[in-house]
């Protein structure tokens, strides 16, 4: 059976999934306002070629590797080339099926995270940000103001909140952390 988007889950999709497909395709050509237009060229597509799905979980699939396709599509075309230099062997690397998954993995553990993130009070998840950051407790005390004590305390407050719902995601962001 084939699944085709209705208006409303084209839209929740795009929503969802447009910038960390932005964020992807810009680890390839490192260009953000190119990654945006590539990322649009690939939604329109979907639309207008009304394009089905055998079933809801190709579709993410369909959008990194038609994302990367087009990356790379890019950064071969004759207009790049002219203004950029990129050698053959740059373009093979990342043309790597290892390349690939690495930056699906990164980009998807990216947005688990933020989003997990996002579910902190206001100071446990500012706190946590300024820690991914690399400050140190003693950096983010006093940007904030805070005691150490307190720094300490809400990353505790934070950790034990995020632990939960990162849980089932611990194999990704492992292999993120562990620089693959």
């Not at 447009?18 to 990654?35: D, E, G, R």
């Not at 998807?108 to 996002?118: D, Q, R, V």
């Amino acid at each position: 059976m084939k699944y085709k988007l209705k208006l409303k889950e084209y839209n929740n999709l795009f929503n969802l999934m447009y910038k960390p497909l932005c964020l992807f395709s810009n680890k390839y050509i490192q260009n953000l306002a190119v990654s945006k237009d590539i990322v649009q060229d690939v939604f329109i597509k979907i639309w207008e070629d009304k394009i089905e799905f055998n079933n809801e979980n190709v579709i993410k699939s369909y959008l990194y590797i038609s994302v990367k396709n087009k990356s790379l599509d890019y950064l071969k075309s004759k207009l790049y080339k002219s203004t950029d230099f990129l050698s053959t062997k740059n373009i093979e690397n990342i043309e790597t099926h290892v390349f690939f998954l690495r930056e699906v993995v990164i980009t998807e553990t990216s947005f688990i995270m933020k989003n997990a993130i996002n579910t902190l009070p206001n100071k446990c998840a500012k706190i946590i940000k300024m820690s991914l950051k690399g400050l140190t407790n003693s950096e983010i005390a006093n940007e904030l103001e805070l005691s150490i004590n307190t720094i300490k305390t809400q990353k505790k407050i934070a950790y034990n909140r995020l632990r939960p719902l990162l849980k089932k995601f611990f194999i990704f962001i492992a292999f993120v952390f562990s620089g693959y």
